[in-house]
């Protein structure tokens, strides 16, 4: 029997322990590929969605052995406030405790939980109505993103070789694909989720796909890069991370190499790009979305 943690909840709220089990660290083992019944214990702090967080909820308990203890944890305002409830509604006892503007529910593994086959089918892998997998948890899983809908309305055809950075469930991919010209893309996203989507959405030989951390991928003498930066990291609004994939990006790129990117208009993006890039153009733009191509 041993113990896991699904994210990373505050050391001061739970102290958790073993193997990282959440889809946005690279490498980690899969919560719902855990053999069941085979962790005695289990921290998860929870995601804010309900469907993902149904479905993590569900995994933790197929995994742990009855009698084992679930900690979960959430944000009151980011899921926190539902946990108790929807926990019950497994058929867990819980005990529920509030800190640091936090809810922190613990409970035994009941022998027979209820409804996890039902929360894990719901919130699972699927093939949405015009064909592409997803996962609900994942960037704008079913509806397209206003700022990619803008990029794939922009972007020219490309040609060599080019890398998507952050590129979810790999609907830029196909866009850039179909330019015959392009001999190799590079899709790299830190959510296994996504990837997995990807791999599924993506079939292209040209293509190859990477679950890992944008800013620790080698890439070099790219001749493009097409990108929608993220700007959250653990839930949390944060430019700099957009500003991390536009140094990769600048560092990637061959003199001359284009790099596309779509931005929130609010963001400071030109700040980013003018020092690192020859000639910055804004290609089109919204009432929310503006769109740059950078040249190296
Ligand atoms: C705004 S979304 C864009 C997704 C996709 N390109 C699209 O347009 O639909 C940003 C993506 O970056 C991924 N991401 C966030 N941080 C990352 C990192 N450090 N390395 C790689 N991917 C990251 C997220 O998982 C998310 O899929």
Redesign the pocket.
């Known amino acids: 029997m041993s113990e896991a943690v699904y994210g990373y909840p505050p050391h001061r709220l739970a102290a958790a322990a073993g193997p990282q089990l959440s889809p946005l660290t690279p490498g980690s083992q899969a919560i719902e590929a855990l053999p069941p019944e085979s962790l005695s214990q289990l921290t998860v702090l929870a995601p804010p969605g309900v469907q993902e967080r149904r479905y993590v909820l569900a995994a933790a308990l197929r995994a742990l052995a009855p009698g084992g203890t679930l900690t979960a944890l959430a944000p009151k305002t980011a899921g926190g406030a539902r946990l108790k409830a929807e926990l019950e509604a497994f058929g867990c006892a819980v005990q529920e405790c509030f800190k640091a503007h936090h809810r922190i529910c613990v409970a035994a593994r009941p022998d027979q939980p209820e409804g996890v086959d039902e929360a894990l089918a719901a919130g699972g892998p699927r093939q949405l109505p015009d064909g592409l997998w997803s996962q609900p948890g994942?960037?704008?899983w079913d509806r397209l993103?206003p700022g990619?809908a803008l990029l794939l309305k922009t972007l020219p055809p490309l040609s060599g070789k080019g890398a998507?950075?952050?590129?979810?469930?790999g609907?830029?991919a196909p866009a850039l694909l179909v330019s015959p010209k392009v001999t190799a893309l590079t899709l790299?996203?830190?959510?296994r989720r996504?990837v997995e989507a990807a791999r599924r959405n993506v079939t292209d030989p040209r293509a190859q796909i990477l679950w890992?951390?944008?800013?620790s991928v080698p890439l070099a003498d790219l001749d493009f890069v097409v990108?929608?930066?993220?700007f959250h990291?653990a839930g949390k609004a944060d430019a700099s991370?957009g500003a991390a994939f536009i140094d990769k990006a600048s560092a990637a790129l061959r003199k001359g190499g284009t790099c596309w990117l779509v931005a929130n208009r609010q963001l400071p993006y030109e700040k980013v790009l003018a020092p690192r890039f020859a000639a910055v153009t804004l290609k089109a733009q919204t009432g929310l979305y503006k769109v740059y191509e950078a040249r190296r």
């Open positions: 994942v960037f704008s993103d990619t998507d950075l952050g590129s979810g469930l609907i830029l790299i996203d830190i959510d996504a890992a951390d944008v800013r990108m929608n930066p993220p990291e991370l």
